[in-house]
Structure formats: C-alpha cells, structure tokens
C-alpha cells in the first residue's frame, strides 16, 4: 500500500483515539491522557525531524517528566529510519509491543443472524456495557469515556445483544474513505460464537452508508486468536508499528 495512504491511515486512527492533552513538536505528536493506553500516551512519529535527534529525544523526556508520564515513543515502520532507531537505542531505548495495522476493502456484508440484534448508544451509556462485555476496572473506563467525547468525525458506538444479553460491542470511527474499528469486545462467557464477526458486519454496513471504502484496525502482533478472527474476514496486513521504552 502507498505511502500517501498509509500517512491517511495513521492520521486517521489518531483521530478516532484522540488525546485530551496532547502538543506537536518538530512533526511528532506528543499525547498526554494518563491510564494504561500507550496510544494516548505517546510520543507518535508522524513526519520526518529536521531537530538533531537526540535534542529532540531529550525534549520528550523532559516534557514527560513534567507531565509525571513515562517517555514512550510509537514508530511506524513505514516512518522509521535507520537514523532514528539507532537515536533510540543510544539513548537506551528498547522495542516492544509491536502492533499490526490491517486493512480491507469494504463489502461481503452478512446478514444478521437470527435472534441478535445491534442497538446504538450514545458514549456516555454505551460505556457501561464495555465495562461489562470486556470486564475493565472503573478508572480506565473513566478515562476511555473522555477519550471518546474528543473524537470529532463521525462515530457509531454499538452493542451486540443475544435475546436480553450483552454479548458483545465495538466502534467504527468513519473519516472519508476510511472506517476504523475500535473497542471490538466480546463476553469471556461468550466467545467462539461469531459474535465479533457480526459486530464487525454491522459496522461495517454502517460505514458504507456514508462512504467510506476501506476498513483499517490495529490489534497486537500477540493477539493470535484476533489476527486469527480478522485474516478470516478478509483483513491483511498493511504495516506495524512498535513502542519504545526505557529499560
């Protein structure tokens, strides 16, 4: 996939996970939310530097410190160079968590299966029900639920019930030809029913509705059973991207 697409993509997903507090410094984005998300917490390489490096390094750390955050450093593959990797390792920075970023034309939709149905809430009530579905503690709920009222284009927060019970969420998140896939959760007592799939179809109906074309999500290089879910529906992989930390 182009380089112009994949810059849309990144742009994209920052937007649809959008950081409270957050500055740009020298073509980075530095993101300051607190909580366990690296994504709002991050310093996100998004443009080339034209700062000596290790200034700009430096820089971070400072601003982080400030903040009472730990320094960590979000590379896209497709944005990393030599020169910055070895920037990072210098100042005893190292890999971990690398993401995969997939993509897929949007299309193929089922139907809804008999017995299911799909409500739309809005944040402040769809909030409980992820709460529910993937078992989080209060506080970073807390923090997702500012998180979600920062979004600016368009969202759909949806809720997938079994006859009366929560089974399964998620979010789509449309910016022109895109639709981003979020918080996609189903019940631990719920699993292996395809309930993800059909969260991810009624999503995906809803993107086309208003335009949009290809599909994007990010789940951890980790995550077996999701990447697993999300080559079977279609989803390739269109690049990574890896924090990096302090040892």
């Not at 697993?228 to 890896?242: P, S």
Request: hydrophobic residues 40%.
């Amino acid at each position: 996939m182009e380089y112009d697409r994949i810059t849309r993509i990144e742009e994209a997903a920052l937007n649809a996970w959008p950081a409270p507090r957050q500055m740009i410094y020298d073509g980075w984005l530095l993101r300051f939310t607190g909580g366990p998300s690296k994504r709002v917490n991050s310093v996100n390489v998004i443009h080339p530097s034209s700062l000596p490096l290790a200034e700009k390094i430096a820089f971070c750390e400072s601003i982080y410190a400030l903040a009472e955050l730990p320094t960590l450093f979000r590379v896209p593959a497709p944005f990393s160079t030599a020169e910055l990797l070895q920037s990072l390792v210098k100042a005893s920075y190292q890999a971990f968590d690398e993401t995969h970023v997939l993509t897929r034309e949007l299309g193929d939709l089922e139907p809804l299966p008999e017995g299911l149905r799909v409500e739309t809430f809005s944040v402040d009530d769809w909030i409980p029900y992820k709460g529910l579905i993937s078992q989080a503690e209060s506080h970073p709920l807390a923090l997702q639920q500012q998180i979600l009222h920062c979004i600016v284009p368009e969202k759909k927060l949806i809720v997938l019930f079994a006859g009366e019970v929560p089974v399964a969420c998620g979010m789509g998140v449309h910016e022109g030809d895109l639709l981003g896939y979020f918080s996609i959760y189903t019940h631990h007592d719920a699993r292996r029913q395809g309930y993800a799939q059909v969260v991810m179809s009624e999503l995906t109906a809803w993107g086309l509705q208003q335009g949009a074309k290809l599909g994007y999500l990010q789940v951890e290089g980790f995550n077996q059973p999701a990447r697993a879910l999300y080559r079977q529906i279609g989803f390739e992989l269109c690049y990574t991207y890896q924090y990096f930390k302090k040892e």
